[in-house]
Nanobody, 123 residues
Framework: QVQLVESGGGFVQAGESLRLSCTAS????????MAWFRQAPGERRISIAAISGNSNNIYYIAAVKDRFTISRDNARGTVDLQMDNLKPEDTAVYYC????????????????WGQGTQVTVSS
């Protein structure tokens, strides 16, 4: 398994940008499917973006597509989430997660989680 640590959260105004980073320690990071999840107050945690080990397969939910960009650097063991044109509804705790699945499916299981980082967007 990999251990994950997120960074880069904060408080911003609507329309501004933030970049989240997740640093992994452990072996074979490049073989893991990585994802960013978020959990808003009173809501369940949902996956918002995912990227396969070789970056050939990338997934976004509709709510963030065209505003967020997920990327990874396997040599550095990092996966980033660039968030542009942030909206108040993006306010949540953001988590990165790792899976040994090759691609994202409805039954993908997430073996490792980070501790989360708060993103707050004010109107």
């Amino acid at each position: 398994q990999v251990q994950l640590v997120e960074s880069g959260g904060g408080f911003v105004q609507a329309g501004e940008s933030l970049r989240l980073s997740c640093t992994a320690s452990g072996r074979a990071f490049g073989t893991y499917l990585m994802a960013w999840f978020r959990q808003a107050p009173g809501e369940r945690r949902i996956s918002i973006a995912a990227i396969s080990g070789n970056s050939n397969n990338i997934y976004y939910i509709a709510a963030v597509k065209d505003r967020f960009t997920i990327s990874r650097d396997n040599a550095r063991g990092t996966v980033d989430l660039q968030m542009d044109n942030l909206k108040p509804e993006d306010t949540a705790v953001y988590y990165c997660a790792a899976s040994t699945d090759e691609r994202l499916t409805p039954t993908t299981e997430w073996a490792s989680w980070g501790q989360g980082t708060q993103v707050t967007v004010s109107s």
